[in-house]
């Protein structure tokens, strides 16, 4: 009988001392709830149940009964995220916040169950949080590489927070890490960002600094898919697919989508550019073509690439009068031909009148075709250094001095 008095009383003093173990966790998590009530609306009284959360906590890590329970770790992790969070000094707020993270990760692998998940969720978002304030700062010190780190950290503690990825993104570019910030742009554009079409552009930009030019194409041209009316882009596309020699795989793509909506001037401005420029790129192989046949084949593949470019130029201007780089090209590629016949006619010997005036006489009849496309964009945009020189060269074929001497006091205004 004494034998069982004394395991009955051995018994009691060992639930007693389990109890008060447990008690301390009660106590912690009782104080925290007080304080998360109290800190928005009552933050005087908030402070204090904070401290008592941490009196607690403290005890229960200390103690080899309850320092190694899951609820321990996420409740510490839980408590000292928040002090880290109220301390604005670096000094002492980083070993907090080291605590609150080395706490937080094993209360994650410890709580198997998803028992505590609920607290371990609310420390991972205080952390993220920090991290967050703590990256703007450092952006805004230039201090990039710093920033990057703080907003991946926060991104991870909220993968799907748009606002995370772009500051992480454009933290990484900053920093020249352009893998980097090619991940996080990629992952936005996947998402509902609220300003997606600018971050296709800035996509591509990134994989262009990369020197990774056919992601940027596969970026931009998906970035059209969404965004058919983007003129950055289409331009885009289109010098990288000249660049990539992709300009056959590009005309289809634009004319299947002109098919698709034929009252979309941007579509037939885009083919009309990469029909020109396929013409630009023939004159030059020409000029440093010395086989006179070879010279006449490039030549000729140069004029058919002007018709169609003037072709689509024109459809564009039909849907817009007012579209300017339409009107500014087209005027371009009607005058270019003008000033062929006009040079090769000025090169004649004087033997040749009759074949010289003849030639003049064509060249000034096309001069006049590209006369309202040429002054159509002037009056669009007198600042274009491009459409005055393109007018001025107008008025230098038809030899007309007083405007020569204007158009010339006009560039040289702009300079």
């Known amino acids: ?19 008060a173990q447990k008690g301390e966790l009660a106590n912690a998590q009782s104080n925290l709830d007080k304080f998360e009530a109290f800190r928005t609306a009552q933050p005087a009284l908030a402070l204090p149940s904070l401290n008592s959360a941490k009196t607690a906590i403290d005890k229960a890590a200390a103690n080899e009964k309850t320092a190694t329970l899951p609820q321990t770790y996420a409740l510490k992790s839980a408590i000292y995220a928040q002090y ?61 590489t710093d920033a990057y780190k703080s907003f991946d950290f926060y991104r991870n503690t909220a993968p799907e927070d748009t606002t995370g990825i772009y500051y992480t993104g454009l933290a990484a570019l900053n920093a020249k890490d352009y893998k980097s910030a090619a991940t996080n742009y990629s992952k936005l554009v996947t998402t509902k960002y609220s ?47 000249l660049q990539l020699g992709k300009s056959k795989e590009l005309l289809e793509r634009t004319e299947a989508a002109i098919t698709a909506n034929p009252k979309n001037k941007e579509l037939y401005y885009s083919a009309g550019l990469v029909y020109m420029i396929n013409g630009d790129n023939e004159t030059e192989k020409a000029s440093k073509t010395k086989d006179v ?23 564009a201007i039909e849907i817009d009068p007012n579209y300017f780089e339409a009107n500014m090209s087209m005027g371009y590629v009607v005058i270019s031909p003008a000033i062929e016949i006009y040079n090769a006619a000025a090169k004649l010997p004087a033997s040749k009148q009759k074949e010289y005036d003849a030639q003049m006489t064509k060249a000034k009849a096309q001069f006049e075709v590209a006369k309202p496309y040429l002054l159509k964009a002037v009056e669009l945009n007198p600042k274009s250094a491009d459409a005055l020189n393109n007018l001025l060269t107008y008025y230098k074929g038809k030899q007309d001095a007083v405007n020569i001497a204007k158009l010339n006091k006009q560039i040289a205004d702009l300079k």
């Open 1 to 19: 009988m004494k034998i069982k008095f004394l395991m009955t009383g051995l018994l009691g003093l060992i639930s007693a001392t389990t109890f």
């Open 84 to 144: 880290a969070l109220l301390d604005t000094v670096a000094a002492t707020s980083t070993p907090l916040f080291n605590t609150s993270a080395e706490a937080l990760k094993k209360a994650k692998e410890l709580d198997t169950k998803g028992e505590f998940k609920k607290i371990t969720d609310n420390a991972n978002a205080v952390l993220g949080n920090i991290q967050l304030n703590k990256g703007v700062n450092e952006y805004k010190a230039g201090k990039f």
């Open 195 to 241: 300003n997606t079409e600018r971050i296709y552009g800035d996509l591509t930009s990134i994989y262009l600094l990369n020197k990774d030019t056919a992601s940027a194409l596969k970026t931009v041209t998906e970035g059209l898919a969404k965004f058919p009316n983007n003129s950055d882009m289409r331009r885009n596309e289109i010098a990288m697919s």
């Open 293 to 315: 046949a070879a010279k006449n084949a490039l030549l000729a593949e140069k004029a058919q690439n002007f018709t169609k470019a003037a072709e689509k130029f024109k459809k």
